[in-house]
């Protein structure tokens, strides 16, 4: 198990409009927000699935 992996300090939701996300804070000072909410609000605002697909692919830069 890695121990240098950063642990989420606190976590809360932040409401727009008519969604709400899970917003975290990690033990390096970083703030996240989980993919699955990422997902929601980037749908929210009418960004295609396919486009979401692709921003939140890991391998995107290997893509052609």
Same mark, same amino acid.
């Given at each position: 198990? /890695? /121990? +240098?992996? *950063?642990? =989420? =300090?606190?976590? $809360?939701? =932040?409401?727009? &409009? !008519? ?6 804070? &990690? +033990? ?8 699955? !909410? ?7 605002? $009418?960004? *295609?699935?396919? +486009? @979401? ?7 995107? !830069?290997? @893509? @052609?």
């Amino acid at each position: 198990m /890695n /121990n +240098d992996m *950063p642990k =989420v =300090v606190s976590k $809360g939701k =932040v409401k727009l &409009l !008519d969604i709400e996300i899970t917003v975290c804070v &990690l +033990d390096n000072g970083q703030r996240v927000i989980p993919e699955d !909410d990422m997902r929601k609000a980037l749908l929210f605002l $009418g960004i *295609p699935q396919k +486009d @979401i697909e692709y921003l939140l692919n890991p391998k995107r !830069d290997k @893509i @052609i």
